[in-house]
């Protein structure tokens, strides 16, 4: 895959957008396409990564004063909302999550963990944690950010935003996971912290109940920051496995699962063709119109009964043999729908205007 451009990468200074990014969509494709002549990687041997991250306010005076009151046992419902804003002290996932995570926040259904490690200086924490069987979304925080160099460059500002981070290994009872992550800063709400996502690429197959292992390697550290604790599926999710398909233009699309959680939708989708081609050969039948750059470039709405189109907060791919899977992620619904429609587009490049394409839309049945 190509590395992400400075001018990708500083769009991540903006508020997370409704839909992903057409250059991180065509990037994706690319990928696809020539994951079938490449060998599965071990953790050891994949090449390094850069991943974007956010950060956790740390409080110093002001912090120990505050920590005397609540010691003392006086706090007056007017100081104790007051202390509730105070970043050190309130949830990273309600200050700088998605409208789900923020939620779980709210309603008790995150797990403080407060692991922390220290090398040669440097400490890292996992401080909270939640898993819904969509998805998994954990805070780190380091203590110190890595030295800023005074060039200016959108690199030093995208290397001390993401802590340094290189990359994080994913281990399931003690087996490496193949997953995508992403990140998300914690901006100036929580400035030493980030937010990761994993467990969400296709095809993968977490237990509700795990051992999790995370290896978290930073750039500028030789040794990686190892944690580990149980994991538990936070709550009972709706899971619908439609199995249909639409057919348009040598384009086999189907709906293979759509999960709904108080925390996440998610929607996975394959396409395929005809048994026996390969995935450049079904790239090369799909129209122009529904290609940008000469690869696939659909992308996906979901609305519940009433219409309501979800946010988009995330998305995964792979290719396999003879098809392409694609898992999206979706802040949840405010209440369970009777129905949701699927609703595929394809992005004009120079306007963003959303092309929709009726024909392989999909009436999701939920109650």
Known sequence: MKALEHEDLLQLKEEPAQELPESVRMRLDETYFMLEDMPMAEPEKRKKRSWVRRSILIVSGAAAAFMLLIGSGFVSPVMAQALKQIPFLESVFKLAGDRGLQKASDEGMTVKTDQSVTHNGVTVTLSELIYDGSRLNLVLTRDKLPEENSSGEASEWIKRSTLGLNNIDFYVNGSWVNTGMSVRPGGSSAPH????????????????????????????????????????????????????FRVLDHIQMGIIKLEITPVTTQLEVEIKGDQGQSLSEIEKLVPEQYKVGGFMNFDFDIADDKGNLQNTVGGNGSGETDRFRYVYSYEPFEEIPEFVMIKPYVLTPKTGEKKYIHELEFKIQVK
């Open 193 to 244: 912290s980030i937010i990761v996502t994993a467990l969400d690429s296709p095809g993968l197959h977490i237990p509700d109940e795990f051992e999790l292992k995370l290896l978290v390697k930073l750039e500028d550290q030789p040794k990686p920051f190892e944690f580990k604790l149980p994991v538990k599926k936070a709550e009972n999710s709706t899971v619908i496995t439609p199995d249909e």
